[in-house]
């Protein structure tokens, strides 16, 4: 398909899709810190390779596919400061899940289009309201390798040795998107063999050669190079448990806020449009959205160490069905739809920096009070259910972790698995921290005193999920209390009030006298 040069009359939805992007990103410039659950695990990652060398940690840097903040990241910093290198690397991707889905509907149909408009709302998904940063970058780089993978079809030379480089990129940046882009072209170029010879052997051998050849760097760097994980390497499906979890992931206003209207609306005017004959979908990619529905309705949930494999694809699913999507509207209405959708996608750009806020200036409250943390402190997390109630306690999972910027801190939920993170735990640390993804979420404070005696039978979670806090006051420092608005409950008399905030208490915990058996 030849594509013409660039003219506003028919290209217009281009600079539509650009002001959607820079929308979706405007949040990320409106805070200091998102709500992201991982984001102050990622940022203290990026510190300590900054910083180089530190009493708990040390940086092991391997073959990982799984490092495309840990390079880009604390370079940048260098040059922009930490929070602001974080903060580029999110917008970069935001713009390449708003961009890139737009950028393959020109290669598909030679024209910027206006349905990919629609699948901008995607960008929020779970992976994003995470904080799931390399895959997410991963993923928004991999739409613009599969656009132009497209477009190869008008290049004769060099696109082989281009190609390969690019994809290795994608895989140390993340595997899943890696493996998830070689799903989209292997069958892309199956819808295209068949289109010109049928399904003659021979015009698919050299489309099968191709993709070989531009995947053989990243097969051998995971098959040679990748280091042992040393995580928990089950996969486990649960698909009844997380049906509504994939549709959730779809869109995200917020984190843990999904919009369950927004996506149904979205189909169902695809699917009238396509009914109407006012739509179609092209016809070579009905085999990628078809491999895509079935990975996003049966991947599993976890899988070679990593939770949350199930909420990968859903949202590349989606926007690839709007970016496989022509419409045939009429030109003003077209653009009054584009509009509109701006108009929304502007509403849901200001809702999550509204939300974004409150959690910020709490982010802010809690590293002014974590200047009283002695330096190289061992820090535990508890979290105050009763006083939390319904509200999502994920984003403070992980707020300790802003002390090993402010304080050289320890933390046991810090990403340190060995064969998935550079970050690596010093060898008198490792018993006293998490060591799996299963192990990657805060007790309650009701669990507290188990722990504290080593009751490993009262609560199961006890040896699945904290067997490193077993007499936890014996090891470690202080610990942050997430109270949240409820009314707090009482505290086991091994922790003594230092600071009290808005959203949460910090204590000194005092070693009692099983400590001085030990």
């Known amino acids: 398909m030849r594509i013409s040069a660039p003219s506003w009359e028919r290209d217009w939805p281009l ?34 390779i900054g910083r180089g060398t530190d009493p708990a940690y040390f940086i092991h840097w391997g ?132 289109r010109r010879t049928g399904w003659n052997i021979r015009g698919l051998l050299p489309r099968a050669a191709a993709v070989a050849a531009i995947y053989a760097p990243a097969a051998i760097a995971f098959l040679f190079l990748r280091p ?29 806020d999904p919009a369950y209207a927004l996506p149904v609306l979205l189909f169902a005017g695809l699917a009238a449009a396509l009914l109407r004959h006012r739509a179609r979908l092209h016809p070579l990619m009905w085999g990628v959205l078809g491999v895509l529905l079935i990975g996003s309705l049966f991947a599993p949930e976890w899988a070679m160490g990593g939770w949350a ?6 949202a590349v699913f989606a926007t690839m069905l709007f970016a496989a999507t022509e ?37 802010a409250e809690f590293r002014t009070a974590d200047r009283a943390i002695p330096r190289g402190a061992r820090i535990v997390t508890v979290l105050d259910g009763d006083a939390i109630g319904l509200a999502s306690d994920q984003p403070y999972w992980h707020m300790a972790e802003f002390a ?44 507290l005193a188990f722990l504290a005696a080593g009751q490993t039978g009262a609560d199961e979670d006890i040896m699945n999920v904290f067997p490193y806090l077993l007499r936890f006051q014996c090891h470690f420092d202080q610990a942050v209390v997430i109270h949240l608005g409820g009314q707090r409950s009482p505290v086991p008399p091994m922790l003594r009030l230092v600071h009290a905030g808005s959203f949460f208490s910090l204590y000194d915990i ?3 006298a099983a400590c001085a058996r030990r």
């Not at 405007?26 to 805070?31: G, I, K, S």
């Not at 290795?168 to 819808?191: D, G, N, P, Q, S």
């Not at 509109?340 to 509204?354: D, F, P, Q, T």
């Open 15 to 48: 600079a539509v899709l650009a002001a959607a992007a820079l929308l979706l990103a405007a949040p990320l410039w409106c805070v200091s810190a998102p709500a992201m659950p991982d984001y102050p695990a990622h940022l203290a990652s990026f510190w300590l």
């Open 63 to 194: 073959f990982i596919p799984n490092l495309a903040s840990e390079i880009l990241v604390p370079g940048l910093a260098r040059l922009t400061g930490l929070t602001m290198a974080a903060r580029l690397f999110l917008t970069a991707a935001v713009l390449m899940w708003v961009l890139g889905p737009g950028a393959i509907h020109r290669a598909l149909y030679g024209r910027w289009g206006e349905a990919p408009i629609a699948g901008a709302f995607f960008a929020y998904n779970a992976n994003f309201s995470w904080g799931f940063f390399n895959y997410y970058f991963a993923m928004g780089l991999g739409f613009l390798v599969f656009a132009a993978w497209i477009e190869r079809e008008r290049k004769t030379r060099g696109w082989l040795g281009l190609f390969a480089a690019a994809i290795t990129i994608v895989y140390f940046c993340h595997i899943f998107a890696a493996a998830t882009l070689l799903l989209m072209i292997a069958v892309y170029e199956i819808a295209l063999a068949h």
């Open 228 to 256: 042992h994980n040393t995580g928990d390497l089950r996969v486990q499906f649960d698909l009844a448990d997380t049906a509504l979890d994939r549709f959730e992931s779809l869109i995200e206003h917020s984190f843990d």
């Open 309 to 314: 494999v199930h909420l990968r694809l859903p």
């Open 327 to 363: 419409l045939r509207l009429d030109i003003r209405l077209a653009r009054a739809l584009a509009g509109g959708l701006l108009a929304l996608i502007a509403w849901n750009g200001g809702a999550l920096a509204a939300d974004w806020g409150v959690y910020d200036r709490q982010v």
């Open 404 to 447: 090993i910027i402010d304080r050289a801190a320890f933390t046991p939920l810090m990403f340190t698995t060995a064969g998935q993170h550079v970050v690596q735990l010093r060898e008198s640390y490792k018993s006293v921290a998490a060591a799996t993804a299963q192990q990657g979420s805060p007790p309650d404070i009701d669990e």
């Open 510 to 512: 005092v070693p009692d």
